[in-house]
C-alpha cells in the first residue's frame, strides 16, 4: 500500500453533512479523497520522520506481516469524538482489519504513532472492541503491533470520561479462543500494555519499551528520574519478569517472529495445528546425541541443542530463552507434525527448577493445551531447587501451579527420561501417569533424590568419613534407581537408546492423536492466569 498525502484542494472537512444533491462522481471523489487522508497517516512530515528514525510505520508493518495484498481495513474512516480533533485524527490511531498470513485469515491492530501518539479513545477501542470479536466469532489469530504513548489526554480526563469507561465487561477477559500475539515495538503504554500482557506470544524490538506509565509520568509520581530502558525495557522482560517470549533487533524480525509463532498454531481452538508434509521433514543425525549428552551425570551440556537433535532439522522455536533457565520451553515438529517442548537444562543450575522455571513451564502447557498442541518432556534433573531465595519468591506454590497444570493437560504427552529425575520433579516433569507414555535412556536414575545425597541423609556418611563404605553404600541405593529397575515396576513403558528418541516420539505422537476428539482438548486451562 502506497502511503500518500492528499492534495490540499481535496482536502475534506469531517463535518460536511451528508452529500445531498452531489452526483455519484462527486459522491465518489469526496470518498476517494477522506481515503487518501486516512491512508497519509499523520501527515507527509510526521511519516517522513518516522521513516527517518528507521523504524516502519503502522501501515508498513501491516503491509510486511501479512500476504501481499490481502489487507481488509475496518474503520479507515474512524476519527476522534471531539470536533476540535476530527482533522487530525485519520483512523483515530489505530488501523485495524483483516488479513492472511500463509493463505490463513487474522486480525490486526496496528497503532500509528503519527497520529497523537496512537494514544488510545473511545472511538478507537470501539475499533478494536469489533475486532476482538469479529476474530472470535470467526475463529481467527488477534495480532497487537503495538506502540502507545497510552489514554489520550485531555479525553480521558474527569468523571464524565470515567464514567464512559469499563463499560464493557469482558474487555479484558482471555478464554483463549483464538491465538493473540503482540509485538513491542516502540514505548507501550495503556491499552497496548495490557493486551500484550493478556497475549499468548510476546516479541520485543530492543529500544522499545513495556510500562504501566512512561518514564516522565513514573518520574514525576515517585519524585526521581527513571531510565525508560530500566522501567520496561528488552533486559527486563525477557531475562526478570519474563513478559517476552523473543527479543528480536528490528521490526522486520519482529514481523518474521510472528508469522513464525502461528505456523506452529491453529487458528482457533476447536482445530489441530497445520501439519507440514513428513516427506518434508529432515530428520537430524541421531548418533550426533552420544556427544551431547555425557555418559556422566555430574558434566552439564545444552538442552537446547539435544533437541534440535531430535525434532525436525531447523524446527525449534525457543521461547522465553532468557528467562527460567534451568528450564527450557519451544515449538517444534516432530514429522510435520507441531509439538511443544518442555526441558530441563543441566548448563542452568544442573538443571534443578526453580519459581521462574516453574513459572515458564506453566505458562507453556496452557499454551499448549489452549491450543490442542501436544507435550514432549525431556527430562535431565536432579530435582526443583532449594534454598532460601527459592522460598521467599514461593517455590512450592510454583511448584504445585506446575504439576496442576501438567494434570489439567488434556493434549497428548511423552516423557522421556534421559540422565536423572529426581523427587517431586519426576512427577512434575511428566512422569508415572502424568504422561500418556514413559521412555528412559538405558542411563537413566530415577529416585527420590541422587544415591550420593541419599547415602549422608539415610546413613548420616559422608565419603570423606569413609570413602569404601561411602561407595558401597552408594552403589547399593543406585542398583534400585537404573532406567531397568523403573521399567520393572512399569514406571516406564520403554527403555530406549538415546538415538531411538525421535522414533519412539513420532510412533507415541501417532498412537496418542486423541483421534476420537478430532485432536482438540478439553481446554480446562483457557482462562487460566495469562501471569501466574
Not at 552420544?290 to 525449534?316: C, E, H, N, Q, W
Not at 542411563?443 to 569404601?468: C, N, T, W, Y
Not at 522414533?503 to 487460566?528: C, D, F, K, P
Amino acid at each position: 500500500m502506497n502511503i500518500t498525502s492528499a492534495p490540499k484542494s481535496s482536502a475534506v472537512n469531517s463535518k460536511t453533512t451528508a452529500p445531498a444533491g452531489l452526483s455519484y462522481e462527486e459522491q465518489g471523489a469526496q470518498l476517494e479523497a477522506r481515503v487518501s487522508i486516512a491512508l497519509a497517516m499523520g501527515g507527509e512530515a510526521k511519516v517522513a520522520q518516522r521513516r527517518a528514525s528507521g523504524h516502519l510505520n503502522a501501515r508498513e508493518r501491516i503491509e510486511q506481516l501479512l500476504d501481499t495484498g490481502s489487507f481488509s481495513e475496518t474503520g479507515m474512516l474512524a476519527v476522534s469524538v471531539l470536533p476540535d480533533d476530527r482533522e487530525t485524527s485519520p483512523a483515530d490511531a489505530k488501523i485495524t482489519g483483516t488479513g492472511r498470513i500463509e493463505g490463513r485469515r487474522v486480525a490486526v491492530v496496528s497503532n500509528d504513532m503519527t497520529v497523537k501518539g496512537a494514544s488510545s479513545s473511545a472511538v478507537n477501542m470501539r475499533k478494536i472492541g469489533r475486532l476482538k470479536e469479529t476474530a472470535t466469532r470467526n475463529g481467527m489469530p488477534l495480532i497487537f503491533l503495538g506502540e502507545s504513548s497510552g489514554s489520550r489526554l485531555p479525553d480521558s480526563l474527569g468523571a464524565e470520561a470515567m464514567a464512559a469507561a469499563g463499560q464493557d465487561s469482558q474487555q479484558y477477559c482471555r478464554r483463549r479462543e483464538t491465538p493473540w500475539v503482540s509485538a513491542v515495538l516502540g514505548p507501550c503504554l495503556g491499552s497496548s500494555t495490557w493486551y500484550t500482557c493478556l497475549s499468548d506470544f510476546v516479541v520485543l524490538r530492543k529500544g522499545a519499551f513495556l510500562a504501566v506509565s512512561s518514564a516522565r509520568v513514573t518520574s514525576l509520581a515517585i519524585g526521581e528520574a527513571v531510565d525508560p530502558e530500566e522501567l520496561g525495557g528488552w533486559k527486563l522482560h525477557a531475562e526478570q519478569t519474563g513478559l517476552v517470549d523473543v527479543v528480536v533487533n528490528s521490526d522486520a524480525e519482529a514481523l518474521v517472529a510472528i508469522r513464525r509463532f502461528l505456523s506452529y498454531l491453529p487458528s482457533h481452538a476447536g482445530a489441530r495445528p497445520p501439519g507440514q508434509p513428513a516427506a518434508e521433514a529432515i530428520a537430524p543425525d541421531a548418533d550426533k546425541l552420544l556427544d551431547l549428552v555425557p555418559a556422566a551425570r555430574s558434566k552439564t551440556y545444552d538442552m537446547r541443542k539435544v533437541i534440535a537433535g531430535i525434532v525436525d532439522d531447523g524446527s525449534f522455536f525457543n521461547l522465553k530463552d532468557r528467562f527460567g533457565r534451568a528450564a527450557v520451553t519451544g515449538l517444534a515438529r516432530l514429522n510435520g507434525e507441531s509439538v511443544g517442548i518442555v526441558a530441563s537444562n543441566p548448563m542452568f543450575k544442573g538443571g534443578a527448577m526453580d519459581p521462574d522455571a516453574c513459572r515458564k513451564v506453566s505458562s507453556f502447557l496452557v499454551l499448549c493445551d489452549s491450543f490442542n498442541i501436544p507435550i514432549v518432556f525431556l527430562v535431565d534433573t536432579p530435582g526443583f531447587l532449594v534454598g532460601i531465595e527459592g522460598e521467599r519468591k514461593g517455590a512450592p506454590a510454583h511448584i504445585m501451579n506446575m504439576i496442576h497444570a501438567v494434570q489439567l493437560c488434556s493434549v497428548p504427552k511423552l516423557s522421556v527420561i534421559m540422565r536423572k529425575s529426581y523427587g517431586q520433579a519426576y512427577i512434575n516433569m511428566g512422569g508415572g501417569r502424568n504422561s500418556d507414555e514413559v521412555a528412559a535412556w538405558t542411563s537413566a536414575d530415577v529416585s527420590f533424590m541422587d544415591p550420593q545425597i541419599g547415602v549422608s541423609v539415610l546413613h548420616g556418611i559422608k565419603r570423606e568419613d569413609d570413602p569404601e563404605r561411602f561407595d558401597r553404600l552408594k552403589a547399593e541405593l543406585a542398583r534400585d534407581t537404573s532406567a531397568y529397575a523403573l521399567a520393572g515396576a512399569f514406571g516406564v513403558q520403554s527403555v530406549i537408546a538415546p538415538q531411538q528418541t525421535r522414533t519412539w516420539l513420532i510412533e507415541g505422537l501417532a498412537t496418542h492423536r486423541r483421534e476420537r476428539n478430532g485432536g482438540v482438548g478439553q481446554h480446562e486451562m483457557r482462562s487460566w492466569p495469562t501471569y501466574i
